[in-house]
């Protein structure tokens, strides 16, 4: 008996999908951005209960102002979270979460708010002036940019 119902509560957990899953977004963890061993800003990573589909944050230390996006943003299966890092802008323009795909493009706004493309190779920026590293690599860790 106990067996079985192991099996079911198995079959169950791999009903579970994702992108039709009413989530239940619980705090996992954080990584932190450091600018010469200061912490200058936060990916806040959250993860369903249910589901186990990872949501971000970006909290950048001084700025009060309330996000673009309320709520858990969402993303889609073939994307993953990541920081671009700008090796051009200083302080708290240096960074910021985006959504990559494995290959491809990335229409990246700039701070003076013009669109570049940027490519992407392995889900990591491949250009002169920025570079990038994704959030599930650095989980519960400070990455120095």
């Not at 009413?22 to 993860?47: C, M, S």
């Not at 996006?69 to 051009?88: F, L, Q, R, T, Y």
């Not at 494995?102 to 013009?114: A, C, P, Q």
Request: charged share 35%.
């Amino acid at each position: 008996m106990q067996g079985l119902n192991i099996t079911k509560i198995e079959e169950k957990i791999m009903e579970i999908n994702p992108e039709t899953c009413k989530h239940q977004p619980i705090y996992f963890a954080a990584v932190n951005i450091n600018l010469n061993e200061r912490t200058i800003g936060t990916v806040d990573v959250w993860r369903c209960g249910v589901c186990k589909k990872r949501f971000c944050e970006e909290k950048q230390l001084g700025i009060e102002s309330i996000a673009d996006i309320v709520g858990m943003p969402n993303i889609e299966s073939d994307e993953k979270w990541a920081v671009v890092v700008s090796k051009i802008q200083k302080g708290k323009d240096k960074w910021k979460l985006v959504k990559l795909k494995e290959n491809g493009t990335l229409n990246f706004e700039t701070v003076d708010e013009k669109i570049i493309k940027l490519k992407i190779k392995n889900y990591k920026i491949e250009d002169d002036h920025h570079w990038s590293f994704l959030i599930d690599d650095n989980v519960r860790k400070a990455v120095e940019i």
